[in-house]
């Protein structure tokens, strides 16, 4: 349920209300737009306090009907979430590239993708130190050498780190050295792990199932900052269905849906929906055209030698190559791409505050 409260409504008629509800034992979101403020009241049986608060001064109307994700629907939040990795902004006019290999092998290859990442325009490394595999018996990746070695190339080229958790016990580990935890398709609906991840301050990305819908991938996030942590970056990186031509179909149509949906902002894996990389530059140009605030990007120095999804990752060179046209389309749609070297414009972070 939802209080919209009257336009310049007095901060002593709201702290009245959020008061009220706080003590009735439910948690609060207040968020601000265009002077007015909504005030989500969450909570098991939130409908019994309808009465009482329409009731209250300062309170305009009651909306007893809301999606069952108040914390991250935009219905709640009507303004854009932008969550900020140190300098760098996700969400805001400027798009972030993620890009590095799918699991970190060496330390001669992370640092060689890192430098060209970098060179190319991107601002955050990606590459797993541990892989949620298919098969028990393909690599599971280096574990903390290779979160060592992530470290060893943020020291280096200033990118922030993105990497994947897939267990709840090993969330702190990674939250040492990641800038950014990565909760993969796989375990979009490992509820344990998301509460772990909500648990703990750093940024997530969470990406969608493959047999996921949008409103799972939603009831996920909210998972995420239901447990305290509102910074979530969700990733549409493609679904299984009857075509095989790709190795899963990027659900283009996801982006704008999830832009009405929530606030949250969203970005794009055109590698994993691919699975070849050959589509990955017209996909990705494809995502910045319809508006996702960025992308995450498979990048190997030499694909076919790599210990996974080399099929689907792009040359170094390829890589530098598609920034270019990235840039372009960006500029078609009113926006640029992030640059490390430029400092951040882009304000403050924007997230939901909850109580309780
Ligand atoms: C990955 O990013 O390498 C990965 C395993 O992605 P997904 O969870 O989308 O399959
Ligand atoms: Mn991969």
Do not use: W
């Not at 629907?73 to 969550?83: D, F, L, M, Y």
């Not at 910074?231 to 999830?258: K, M, S, W, Y």
Request: hydrophobic share 40%.
């Amino acid at each position: 349920m939802i209080a919209i409260l009257d336009k310049d409504c007095p901060l002593k008629f709201k702290a009245e209300i959020v008061r009220t509800i706080e003590g009735a034992g439910f948690r609060v979101q207040v968020s601000e737009h265009n002077d007015q403020s909504i005030v989500g009241v969450i909570g098991l049986g939130a409908e019994k306090l309808a009465g009482q608060l329409a009731g209250m001064p300062g309170v305009k109307e009651i909306r007893p009907v809301a999606p069952p994700y108040p914390l991250v629907s935009r219905e709640h939040h009507p303004g854009q979430t932008r969550v900020k990795v140190d300098d760098v902004t996700v969400g805001g006019p400027s798009l972030v590239v993620m890009a590095g290999p799918c699991a970190v092998e060496s330390q001669e290859q992370i640092m060689t993708v890192a430098r060209a990442v970098s060179a190319a325009g991107g601002v955050m490394l990606r590459g797993g130190a541990f892989k949620p595999r298919s098969s028990p018996y393909s690599f599971q990746g280096l574990g903390q050498e290779g979160l060592e070695l992530l470290a060893e190339a943020r020291d280096e080229t200033g990118l922030r780190i993105v990497t994947e958790v897939v267990a709840p016990d090993d969330v702190d580990l990674v939250a040492r050295y990641a800038d950014v935890l990565q909760v993969g398709a796989r375990n979009m609906q490992n509820y344990r792990l998301l509460s772990a991840v909500g648990e703990q301050p750093n940024p997530v990305l969470l990406k969608r199932g493959m047999m996921a819908t949008v409103d799972e991938l939603l009831l996920a996030a909210e998972y995420i900052v239901a447990a305290g942590n509102p910074r979530v970056i969700l990733c549409e990186r493609g679904i299984r269905t009857f075509e095989t031509a790709t190795r899963n179909t990027l659900d283009i149509c996801a982006i704008p849906v999830l832009k009405e949906k929530t606030h949250l902002p969203v970005i794009v894996d055109p590698s994993h929906a691919a699975g070849r990389r050959e589509l990955v530059p017209a996909l990705s140009r494809a995502a910045v055209a319809v508006g996702a605030d960025g992308l995450i990007v498979e990048v190997h120095p030499n694909p076919d030698a790599a210990v996974s999804d080399g099929r689907q990752s792009l040359t170094l060179d390829a890589f530098a190559e598609m920034m270019d046209e990235i840039r372009t389309v960006a500029g078609a749609v009113g926006r640029s791409l992030t640059r490390t070297t430029t400092p951040d414009t882009q304000g403050q972070e924007s997230v939901v505050r909850i109580s309780g």
